[in-house]
């Protein structure tokens, strides 16, 4: 039985693996709670923090890989398929959010990581919101990229237009990325994650994280309420969030924006000020919220 359940193991990682490397990241495998896990892995720098980078929905951790590969260097990094996900195996049923929350913390048990910051673009900042919530002492820091969820993506056909209007503001090279882990992930799972999405309390969730939060907008997103609103939600209570915006940018800023992203979360973890961002974009950046429990910027 146990050479049977190997055999067809191996059969689907032979499957799901690509002859050609996505990116200079190290490609592994591993096997949690019976699931094979896909992911990559830099380079661990010595005694370096770790970062783990959470993909959004129906995708991948293929388009995290631009902005992870440009803080494989200073930060232990790793970037998996959650379960159901891109090249990994399917759990049992279909995983909703708290599902995948705690099937992150146990990849993490697997790989022996007792504490990260986690990075999040779209859906996996809920993922992060949900591990904070049950798992607030292995949660360094928490850096949400275009968080999506809750009734502004409601009702589905709102969320089809808003996520067609962004597929024009996106990268052509996206598509070569997203089409075939949106055709993996498959049409009935897209509708039960939706769902499992779109009444997610992530607004509430964000504002009880106890740990320094920065939140990266892009002026261009459809999925998201314009970061004028979020201001003025966000001013209403004290918390420990930073909230930035890179102008230009739309929802995949992982994949569009890579070197403004990585700068911002080399700040970020630094605590140092949000400053005008090199890159090939010429992206400005300017800082809308700093929470009063967040750390002030370290001038010196």
């Given at each position: 039985m146990v050479k049977n359940a190997e055999k067809a193991s191996y059969r689907h990682r032979a499957?799901?693996?690509?002859?050609t490397p996505a990116s200079g990241l190290a490609e592994r495998w591993t096997m949690v709670d019976g699931v094979d896990i896909f992911y990559r892995e830099s380079a661990n720098p010595p005694d370096a923090r770790v970062i783990t980078h959470l993909h959004g929905f129906g995708l991948s951790g293929r388009y995290l890989l631009p902005t992870a590969e440009l803080l494989a260097d200073e930060f232990h990094t790793l970037v998996p398929d959650l379960p159901g996900f891109g090249r990994s195996g399917k759990a049992g049923?279909?995983?909703d959010i708290p599902d995948l929350a705690h099937a992150a913390a146990r990849f993490l048990d697997d790989r022996g990581?007792?504490?990260?910051?986690?990075?999040?673009?779209s859906m996996g900042c809920p993922v992060i919101l949900e591990f904070a919530h049950h798992f607030p002492e292995r949660l360094e820091r928490a850096i949400l990229v275009?968080?999506?969820g809750g009734i502004h993506n409601q009702p589905l056909r709102r969320a089809i237009g808003q996520l067609s209007k962004d597929g024009g503001r996106e990268p052509i090279k996206m598509i070569s990325v997203a089409t075939p882990d949106y055709l993996r992930f498959g049409v009935p799972s897209?509708?039960?994650?939706?769902?499992?999405?779109t009444q997610y309390p992530t607004l509430q969730r964000l504002m009880e994280l106890k740990v320094p939060t920065l939140v990266v907008l892009g002026t261009r997103d459809p999925l998201l309420p314009h970061p004028t609103r979020v201001q003025e939600v966000a001013a209403q209570d004290p918390n420990h969030v930073l909230i930035v915006v890179l102008e230009g940018a739309a929802h995949a800023i992982n994949f569009s924006h890579p070197h403004e992203l990585a700068h911002l979360i080399r700040l970020f973890m630094d605590d140092k000020p949000i400053v005008d961002v090199p890159g090939p974009h010429g992206a400005k950046v300017f800082e809308i919220h700093r929470g009063e429990h967040h750390p002030p910027a370290q001038t010196g």
């Amino acid at each position: 039985m146990v050479k049977n359940a190997e055999k067809a193991s191996y059969r689907h990682r032979a499957r799901m693996h690509p002859r050609t490397p996505a990116s200079g990241l190290a490609e592994r495998w591993t096997m949690v709670d019976g699931v094979d896990i896909f992911y990559r892995e830099s380079a661990n720098p010595p005694d370096a923090r770790v970062i783990t980078h959470l993909h959004g929905f129906g995708l991948s951790g293929r388009y995290l890989l631009p902005t992870a590969e440009l803080l494989a260097d200073e930060f232990h990094t790793l970037v998996p398929d959650l379960p159901g996900f891109g090249r990994s195996g399917k759990a049992g049923v279909a995983l909703d959010i708290p599902d995948l929350a705690h099937a992150a913390a146990r990849f993490l048990d697997d790989r022996g990581i007792e504490k990260t910051s986690l990075v999040g673009n779209s859906m996996g900042c809920p993922v992060i919101l949900e591990f904070a919530h049950h798992f607030p002492e292995r949660l360094e820091r928490a850096i949400l990229v275009s968080p999506a969820g809750g009734i502004h993506n409601q009702p589905l056909r709102r969320a089809i237009g808003q996520l067609s209007k962004d597929g024009g503001r996106e990268p052509i090279k996206m598509i070569s990325v997203a089409t075939p882990d949106y055709l993996r992930f498959g049409v009935p799972s897209t509708f039960k994650m939706f769902k499992a999405l779109t009444q997610y309390p992530t607004l509430q969730r964000l504002m009880e994280l106890k740990v320094p939060t920065l939140v990266v907008l892009g002026t261009r997103d459809p999925l998201l309420p314009h970061p004028t609103r979020v201001q003025e939600v966000a001013a209403q209570d004290p918390n420990h969030v930073l909230i930035v915006v890179l102008e230009g940018a739309a929802h995949a800023i992982n994949f569009s924006h890579p070197h403004e992203l990585a700068h911002l979360i080399r700040l970020f973890m630094d605590d140092k000020p949000i400053v005008d961002v090199p890159g090939p974009h010429g992206a400005k950046v300017f800082e809308i919220h700093r929470g009063e429990h967040h750390p002030p910027a370290q001038t010196g």
